[in-house]
């Protein structure tokens, strides 16, 4: 499967932001996916997944209450919905694919796309 990732910009604080995730290839649905994000200097960390049916999502904490994930199986997308960005929510934004793996885990997706920046100014 290959990812596209876009929607990011820049966005002041307290704004939301919506990223989407285009997947080509067959059977998007076996695949649960990820969004994860990496700052300046630091790991990559997990923002949050979705199941490949989309029935179970799980979110990092600092994504809890304020961004949604979601996948829309007929067109092969994946979205994060970003209410309340803060200043620490800059970062490039990365979609994943597994077709084994449900979590947090970045290292056990197989696929990514390239990545999306967002910017939030305070």
């Known amino acids: 499967v290959q990812l596209q990732a876009s929607g990011g910009g820049l966005v002041q604080a307290g704004g939301s932001l919506g990223l989407s995730c285009a997947a080509s290839?067959?059977?998007?649905?076996?695949?649960?996916m990820g969004w994860f994000r990496q700052a300046p200097g630091k790991e990559r960390e997990f923002v949050a997944a979705?199941?490949?049916?989309?029935?179970?999502?799980y979110y990092a904490d600092s994504a809890k209450d304020r961004f949604t994930i979601s996948r829309d199986n007929a067109k092969n997308t994946v979205n994060l919905q970003m209410n309340s960005l803060k200043p620490e929510d800059t970062a490039v934004y990365y979609c994943?694919?597994?077709?084994?793996?449900?979590?947090?885990?970045?290292?056990?997706?197989?696929?990514w796309g390239q990545g999306t920046l967002v910017t939030v100014s305070s």
């Open positions: 994943a694919a597994s077709n084994w793996y449900y979590g947090s885990t970045y290292r056990r997706y197989a696929y």
């Open positions: 290839g067959r059977a998007f649905s076996t695949y649960n």
């Open positions: 979705i199941s490949g049916n989309g029935d179970s999502t």
